[in-house]
């Protein structure tokens, strides 16, 4: 094919011009026929991470689905049906905050769904952040508002990652709140209860007050807070006291016992009596349980319900009662528990109701010393203390009915079965195992999946009332799967209308929505059409690849494990690929709730999209990398790259010769033969899903190609009148071809303009280089040998401060027989690209340049550079 090169080759505008031309192609679509004909071992399918369409990506999200693409890339060049879908995660805690100002409602669940509802505005007034200027609606009016605002969010989302050059099937894409997401959440959920995985459960659950919704274990994290230790005197029967240490003197109504280790000998003698709380004269039990801590605080504990997760085991494993005092809004409720009956008590109950956790524990300290019960002054400490990941307020634990799933930390043979399947798995890196295990080993509750919000996928389900309108809950009426998706806050129960709702004898709709995780965790389901479209399914479950972040082993991986698990009884990929963190100048790891992200439309802008791609991509999975905006030194080196490829491209193809010529001559076979090795160690890399060392050893040929070979043979490809042209253009344009295939999953836009100008159709398309198309028949060491000789002769030059244009009379390499012999064999090309007259060699015991000579001489000098 005849070259077509433009006069000035430029990254600028690549990014506009290929994005179209790859969609209006097709280039990167899913073949099903194809997919269908060559079976599932012709298929590569990838869960794709669904980024939360809420806010905008940083360039963290840019590290890593780079690292996937990059495989995209590689297994369509090697012949798989790449199944790479895109999913957008719309449902979240941001976005109905966003929706809720933005719009200037808030959603009440119990009411009916408005089909002529209009929002009172778009785009906030001031005010609307306050729950009282917003307009109650239904939860499906909610919703659809929520689903208007992340539409948008999702345009720019997908119009990024097309900047960036992902090989996304954008026919594939879904959402986690379209209806066939909903459908198939709701359906694995029933799944769960007709099997006995999921259940309800009224239990002691950790509250996020500010969102007001129940939170999992997954999702806590532990923060170091400031505190105070109070010391407080429980009375014996015989008038003396037992003296306990706690931060939460607030939670003092709550008491249920006292608790020291049973080797303690400071508090055997006390083990089964009892003694009575200060200001509000409950009689408890000192018991004993391993867990007390003799070296903490006073070494005897006060259980309360609940101030912390050891206060639940307690609870749970010593047959406590639960005298919870702390509500969902986390104020202390005004309904004083039912043992407190002395008229002191009550009046000190009521200083505390209604008040939050602050207040009360201040009036509680003041009411202690008042009556003489705080010994001391107060210590302060520092303790962990859990918090949601979303959230800035300590987390409570108030007793709530909700929905779990079952997930192994009650269930042995299920822990094991997951052990197993995550040794199934292959990982890269392989450490990163390690912590999937361990947060399976350390599980110690089941799955807690419902969540006291809106916009989310709906739990599936109704209660009946009896005939005082007390819901039935150990009956839920479940909806038959072909009626699904269901909305039960805005549908009626099966065989009952909407005029019984919520009256007695009629049925109450479960109002809660799901964890963002149930939903997430069915993400292979979501994008292969479980249940909906049985020919995907068979083709890409189970798939080849989940990649993912790190810090979402315990979360997404796990989850997603678990759900494959109970349905299948297998894992649900073959591979799992972990990217590291993005560390900031500080080499703090950038996360939005540290405020120190960076978004990347202005650095895709500036330096090009394959510039921030070979960024990515030079880290390998499970490695962190530091980002300075201020000094992208890697971005840079990859803009080189990305250049160097267009140029050296145009100064390939501006060499003519027959199509067919061979490749005769002994360096270009050398250099042949050295490529042939770089495409079996990159293949042999990327088969490992190690993408850095792919392009670490193409990078490393390609600068040598350019700065040695290309150096060494243009003369010779310039000169129509020399027997070896031909050979030397053919072996450029094999070498270009196969470096540009090489190049192709890490720099697209360039590779494709280049392979454009004298190839039909798309690099992305051909595949991809073989050690097979190479010639075996080179001595790689010669490309070293004569490398080194024109960095010598360069060298001499400099040295005596001369142009390399200048024409030495003569010069001598001395180097080894074995050298010299293979130096001859590229003498012609050493003497024209060094402008050497008379080029002699001599037996030496090192590889040296010698016996030069600038004296002029008639020599012809060459017009090319």
Known sequence: MTAHVPDKPALEGLEAKWGPVWENAGTYRFNRGTAVEGGRDC???????????????????VFSYTHTDVVA???RMTGKQVFYPMG??????????????????RCDPTLPYDTEFVPPFEGGDGKSSKAADQKPISRRNFIELCERLTAEDEKQFEALWRTLGLSVDWSQSYRTIGNDSIRASQLAFLR???RGEAYQAMAPTLWDITFRTAVAQAELEDKEQKANYHRVAFHKPDGGTIEIETTRPELLPACVALVAHPDDERFKPYFGTTVTTPLFGVEIPVLAHHLAQPDKGAGIAMICTFGDVTD????????????TIMGRDGRIIHEAPDVITSEAGLVAYRELAGKTVFSAKQAV??????SGDLIGDPKPTTHQVKFYEKGDKPLEIVSTRQWYIRNGARDEQLRARLIDLGKELQWHPDFMRVRYENWVGGLTGD?????QRFFGVPIPLWYPLDGHGEPIYESPILPDAASLPVDPSSDAAPGYDESQRNVPGGFLGELDIMDTWATSSLTPQLAGGWERDPELWNLVFPYSMRPQGQDIIRTWLFSTMLRSALEYNEKPWEHAALSGWILDPDRKKMSKSKGNVITPADILEKHGSDAVRYWAASSRLGTDAGFDPQNPTQIKIGRRLAIKVLNASKFILSFESAADAPVTEPIDLSMLATLRTVVADATAAFEAYDHARALETAESFFWTFCDDYLELVKERAYDSSNPGQASAVAALREALSVLLRLFAPFIPFATDESWSWWN???VHAATWPTVAELPSTGKPELLVLTGQALTSIRRSKTDAKVSQKTTLNEATIGATPDQIALLTLAEGDLKAVGRIARLSFTPADEFAVTGVDFAPVDAPTSNHS
């Open 43 to 61: 298929v590569y399918s990838i869960d794709t991470p669904p980024p939360t369409a809420s806010g905008s990506l940083h360039i963290g999200h």
């Open 73 to 75: 890339r590689f297994q």
């Open 88 to 105: 957008w995660d719309d449902n979240g805690l941001p976005t109905e905050r966003r929706v809720q100002n933005y719009y200037g409602v």
């Open 192 to 194: 769960n209860i007709e």
């Open 312 to 323: 639940v085991v307690w609870w749970r494993e010593l047959d406590l009662p639960n005298r």
């Open 365 to 370: 300290v003041q009411l202690l010393t008042d």
């Open 447 to 451: 799955w807690l999946i419902s969540r």
């Open 760 to 762: 039909e159709g798309s």
